[in-house]
């Protein structure tokens, strides 16, 4: 079993681990945006604005599971657990892609209840309170933009912030429609609107995290060029077995059944062809994680299983 990449980070950290000190600002945003856009909603009568409260409230308690996810996932492993507790992060993102999708679907019918009965709105509380909570999103979505592209977890935190981020600005724009034309019902209109902005993201959000708990191929990883990069190596003469999958983000695992002729010369530089096959994964792939059964030619005759 290869090394992990340390640089400085406690035993079992995960991608998202970096990030942690950010994800608990967003949460402090996301608590204060949160009692603002209640207590506006209430005082203005904005469905709208009640709409975005209510995302909030889930992006708060998604952004706090992302957090307490980081935080197991630096548990050790053990005899029980071999990998740890690194799948933690990925259950926190399922949990918040099905928030984030319930949220929506509420958001849609709320909006569609509301056309036929409007309600009066004040509009100036409505729209301060929006433009309140659509520039304290943007600094959320500053301080999780990088870490986005590494981890899956602070993936799902980063695409709430998106969602609250585009329902700040629906409300905005229903706010200043009903000011300047008087149609109220653009304040339901701006809450479905909501809903279906967060559909979307939350299914692509799920999507990725099926790929990682069906253990699909990571993305970017080629099996087949992996193989060829293995049958390149001296004294390899085939491979079978073949398999590559996720743990959590940024954790990529392959393993393999190779087979040697005898005296098999070292590889890729490196002083066996185990270490061969180690460096050229590391080097060529970016996985550090790779197990490898070495095998004699004619060893698969005596294996029952099928090789792939």
């Known amino acids: 079993m290869g090394a992990g990449h340390g640089h400085g980070l406690p035993q079992g950290a995960t991608a998202s681990y970096a990030y942690r000190r950010r994800m608990q600002w967003v949460l402090v945003i996301i608590g204060v945006v949160l009692a603002v856009e209640v207590a506006g909603a209430l005082w203005s009568g904005s469905l709208a604005l009640l709409a975005d409260a209510g995302h909030m409230l889930a992006d708060g308690l998604g952004v706090a599971l992302a957090l307490l996810a980081t935080a197991i996932a630096t548990k050790p492993a053990n005899t029980a657990r071999t990998f740890g507790w690194q799948r933690a992060e990925i259950l926190a993102a399922l949990t918040n892609g099905v928030v984030v999708g319930v949220i929506g679907v509420l958001a849609i ?10 309600g009066e709105i004040e ?3 409505m729209l301060a309170v929006a433009v309140v909570g659509l520039l304290a999103n943007a600094g959320a979505l500053l301080l999780l933009r990088s870490g986005q592209r590494a981890s899956l977890n602070v993936r799902g935190a980063y695409l709430e912030v998106v969602g609250d981020t585009l329902g700040s600005l629906a409300v905005v724009v229903a706010a200043v429609v009903i000011m300047t034309t008087g149609w109220v019902r653009a304040d339901a209109v701006a809450s479905m609107l909501i809903g279906v902005l967060i559909l979307p ?3 692509l959000l799920l999507r990725d995290v099926l790929h990682v708990l069906l253990e699909a ?8 060029d992996v193989r060829r990069h293995i049958l390149e190596i001296p004294g390899v003469v085939d491979v079978h077995d073949l ?7 940024g954790v990529p695992v392959l393993s393999a059944h190779v087979v040697i002729a005898e005296a098999a010369e070292p590889g890729c530089g490196a002083d066996s062809v185990l270490d061969g096959l180690h460096a050229c994964l590391a080097g060529h792939f970016d996985i550090e994680h790779s197990t490898f059964q070495i095998e004699p030619e004619g060893h698969s005759e005596h294996e029952h299983a099928g090789h792939a």
């Open 217 to 224: 191929t990571p993305k970017g990883v080629d099996l087949e």
């Open 109 to 118: 019918v709320g909006g569609v209840r509301r056309l036929g009965d409007p």
């Open 201 to 203: 993201r939350a299914w």
């Open 243 to 249: 398999h590559a999958w996720t743990i959590t983000s």
């Open 123 to 125: 509009t100036g509380i």
